[in-house]
Every structure is written in C-alpha cells, then in structure tokens.
C-alpha cells in the first residue's frame, strides 16, 4: 500500500519540528548556563582588580604614611642642632624628589605657622585652622581628598583642573619627647590616576570598563568624567558587598557586571575608607554569550536539517504502520457509521409502523395528517378520511384462535397497501380498525376506493382448522374541511363508520 504524500510530509515537519524545539531548549540551557558561569568569570575579576586597586591604594598611601614618620624620627634626632632649619629643608626637598606627587611638604611650629616647606611655599603663613594641623598634634592624621586652598594659586594657577589632595601629616617631638610642631604633606591626588594606569592591563580585554574611587563621603573622587565629583548614584546591594560583584542597574538605566573593594586600611595605619568600583556594560560583558547563541543555531539548524531529512528518508517506513491505522480506522468508523445509520432507520421504523400489518401506526398516522393538511390546504386540494373495521372480528379470533386472527389482519395490510397511492397514507389504528388518508382525493373517489377495498377484502378467503372462511370490513368515509382539527374529521369518520355497521356491515358509508 502507498503512504499518501500528506502522511510523509507530515512525518517531514514533524522530524523538522522536533529538531527545531531541540535546537530551541538546547540553546536556551546552553545560554543560561553560561550567562551565570560568565557573570561569576567576569563579576569575580572585576572584584579583582577592584580589590588590586585598593591594595595598591592603601600601600600607597601607607608608603606616604612611613615617610612622614620618618622624616619626624629625623627631625628629632635633628632638633638638638642649632641650624636644624635648614637641614630639615634639604630633607624635605630630598623627600619630594623622591616621590613627585608630594605636592607640598613642610613643618610647623606648636602654633601652626609654617617654619620650613617644599619651594619656601606658605613659609611663615600661619595654618593652624587647617584640619591636617589640629588633629596631627596628637596622632598621625590621613585626610580623605580635598582640594587645594592655599595652594591652588602657587602651585596650579593657570591648569583648568583643580589641585586634589590627600594630606598625611605627623606631631613632631624632640629628644626630650616635649611636642615642637607638625610635619604635613599634601600629596597630589592625580596620584591615585597613575594608580590606575597601572591597573589597567586587567582590563585590557574590556575597552568600556571603567574604574571609580569613592570618598568616604561617597564622593566620586576619581571615575568617569559625568560622575566624578558628583555623590555616587548607586547604592550598592548587599550582594555586591558580599561577593565583591554583581550585576547592578545604574542611574543611566543600564546594568553593568560590577566589581567591588574597599580600602581597609594597612598594617598599623589607618586611612580613609574608599570604595572602588569597576563597571563594565553588561551587553559587553555577555558578548561572548550572543557568539555562543549564534554558533548553537547554526549548529541546531544543521541537526534540525539532519532529522528533517532522516524524517523524509525514513517516512516511508514510519508512516506506513500509521496509514494502516488510519485506513483501518476510516473503515471501521465507515462501518459504524453504517451501523448506526441502519439501527437509526430500524428504529425510526419501529417507531412509525406497525409490526403486524407493516402499515403506519397512529403516530406516523398524526404525524403524517399534519403535512397532508398542510400541503392540501396550501395546493387548495381536497383530502379524504376513511375509517375502516373488520366485521364481527370477535368471533374470528373465538372461533379460529387469536393466531388466525392476526393472519387476517396482516393481509388487510396487504390488502390497505397494495390499494393506496404512495402518497396516501394507511394506517393501523386500533386492533381491527384502520385509517387511510387519501391526498388530492374527492368524496367520490375515496368511496371508490373504499368500495374496491369492501369488495376485496369479500374476495378474500382464509383457512383454519380445515375451513375456509372470509372477513368483511365496514368503511366510514369522509372528507377534511380546510382549517379543521384532523380528530374533528376522524370523529365524523367514525361515526359514518358506525353507521355502516348499523346498517349491516359489509359496506361504505360517507358523512
Ligand atoms: N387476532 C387478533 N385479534 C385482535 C387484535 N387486536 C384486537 N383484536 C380483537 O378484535 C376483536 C374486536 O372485537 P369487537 O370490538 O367486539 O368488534 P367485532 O367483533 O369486530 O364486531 P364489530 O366491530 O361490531 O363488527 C376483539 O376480539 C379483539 O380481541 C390483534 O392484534 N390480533
């Protein structure tokens, strides 16, 4: 048997299909699953450098930290000598030039003026308001960035970005331990972008990323040109702090895979709590992820291809047993439905027929009276009644038996069917009596046919119990009135019908 073409195809897409939805869930798992490995790849490395940031922040800055107090062992050591000034001076220029981004370096008396500086700068000026000085009395001081006051003018006057500086500064004491004064440097904030400069390899792979140093004042002190010196607009979840990344919404709308650090201070010294944070657009970030899609279609696409055409190729094989089902199944549901058409008929003529005689029964009879009705008063056409019943019956049944009897009235049913038109309708209607509706029937001619069937049924003999006898039948006639109630008719029908056995039997009377 052939596989009818609809079948194999359908096989066709739905190997296509199958290999379509595969290609679907497996680039789906395959993406997810490596969004998350790439966001913790990429998270925990921007953690990383942001953390290398603050470690070289805070080694810096305890560098800077280790200067100042050195330099105050030396000015102890050096206060004794009468010209201990001018030593002090040598010293701290050595020092500047030691490390450029010492902006300012320089000593005051107990009272804050200024005795000795890097450049002979605010020498004599008196700085005792400056925070780095009253709170360097009593401990070493390390001030988060500020810009510059004094300084601006001397040493960046004509420069369009503002001096910043961090201020580490130091009491100093001579051999006697009795307090003689503050060390105070400002070193130069551009510092910190040198800092970064030399982070930057890390980042090498992301040309977008972007690194921010937030004060503890949550000041952007260094970052991108929009946010710097502006409040960090962030605030950083729970997460981020957590796991040193996560991928956060900033206030631009975007999310960026973000690595965080904060500076904790190194060994015994303890600076400024800064933050630092690098960012990288998450679209860059995931880039990698799009690659791997595509190469997951392609690669689906070619096995959803392979199945497709294993699908054709093998179609024929697999659609085979599915076209017997299916033929097997149409046929089988043809013969139901065959079945249930012929039981429907039987039962439909169990319903309207008579069993005995095979003529309609007073059902059909009603049902039928109504469309004849219909029809007759319609066309204008005429419609005649007759009642019949067969004659002293009774006795037929005592005298022969009931099975005799029923012999008798199937052949009147031959004798009311074989008489009518196949329009007309004749009908059992009670045991031994009988209705016939004649269409398109004058008076005249249903008393003729009422007399063919009295002279009949008279011509037609019966044998029982070695006799022959035969039965006649009375036959009240008459006709519908257009607009009457069908039972109205029958009533008149009977009576004439009872008449005719009134007056004998055996013969048609009209009404
Ligand atoms: N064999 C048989 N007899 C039936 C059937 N239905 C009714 N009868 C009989 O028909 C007879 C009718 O009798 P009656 O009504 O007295 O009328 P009748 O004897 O024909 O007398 P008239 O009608 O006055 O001529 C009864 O004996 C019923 O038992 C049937 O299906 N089979």
Not at 291 to 312: E, H, P, Y
Request: glycine letters at 8%; charged letters at 25%; a negative charge.
């Amino acid at each position: 048997m052939l596989v009818p073409a609809n079948l194999k195809f359908r096989w066709f897409l739905i190997s296509a299909g199958v290999g379509v939805i595969l290609t679907i869930i497996i680039s789906a798992i395959l993406t997810q699953v490596a969004t998350s490995r790439l966001e913790h790849q990429v998270g925990s490395g921007l953690g990383e450098v942001a953390y290398q940031m603050s470690d070289k922040l805070e080694r810096g800055m305890f560098e800077r930290y280790r200067d100042m107090q050195v330099a105050a062992t030396l000015i102890e050591q050096m206060s004794v000598r009468e010209d201990y000034l001018s030593e002090i001076d040598a010293m701290l220029s050595m020092l500047q030039q030691s490390y450029p981004y010492y902006a300012w370096i320089g000593v005051t008396d107990t009272e804050g003026v200024v005795k000795v500086s890097t450049g002979g700068l605010l020498e004599g000026e008196d700085v005792s308001a400056r925070p780095w000085f009253r709170q360097a009395r009593d401990n070493y001081f390390i001030g988060d960035v500020h810009g510059a006051l004094l300084l601006e003018q001397k040493l960046n006057p004509d420069s369009e970005q503002p001096l910043r500086f961090v201020d580490v500064a130091m009491p100093l004491h001579n051999k006697q331990g009795e307090y003689i004064g503050v060390i105070g440097s400002h070193l130069d904030w551009t510092w910190a972008e040198e800092m970064r400069a030399s982070i930057a390899p890390s980042l090498e792979n992301y040309d977008d990323a972007e690194l921010l140093i937030v004060s503890s004042e949550r000041l952007v002190l260094l970052g991108p040109p929009e946010l710097r010196e502006k409040p960090l607009p962030l605030n950083l979840s729970e997460q981020l702090r957590t796991n040193n990344y996560a991928v956060e919404t900033w206030p631009d709308g975007n999310q960026y895979v973000t690595g965080y650090a904060e500076t904790t201070g190194y060994r015994e010294y303890e600076g400024p709590r800064w933050q630092i944070l690098v960012r990288i657009p998450v679209s860059s970030a995931f880039e990698p992820i799009e690659a791997l899609r595509v190469q997951v279609l392609w690669i689906g696409s070619g096995i959803a291809l392979v199945l497709a055409l294993v699908g054709w190729l093998s179609a024929e094989r697999m659609a085979r047993p599915l076209a017997n089902i299916n033929k097997r199944l149409e046929r089988e549901m043809q013969e139901r439905t065959a079945e249930l058409q012929t039981t429907n008929a039987r039962l439909e003529q169990l319903a309207t027929t008579d069993s005995l005689t095979r003529l309609a029964n007073r059902r059909a009879l009603l049902v039928g009276a109504e469309a004849m009705m219909e029809r007759a008063a319609r066309k204008d056409m005429p419609l005649a009644v007759l009642m019949l019943d067969l004659d002293y019956f009774k006795k037929i049944n005592d005298k022969y038996g009931h099975a005799a009897g029923d012999e008798v009235l199937e052949s009147v049913g031959q004798l009311l069917s074989s008489t009518v038109r196949q329009i007309d309708i004749a009908a059992r209607t009670g045991g031994e009596e009988f209705t016939i509706l004649l269409e398109d029937s004058t008076l005249e001619g249903a008393v003729l046919v009422a007399e063919r069937l009295v002279q009949r049924m008279q011509q037609l003999y019966f044998g029982a119990d070695g006799e022959s006898f035969n039965v006649t039948m009375s036959i009240g006639v008459t006709m519908w009135e257009p607009g009457e109630r069908i039972d109205k008719t029958f009533a008149r029908a009977d009576a004439a019908l009872y008449e005719a056995k009134q007056k004998g039997r055996n013969r048609v009377i009209t009404a």
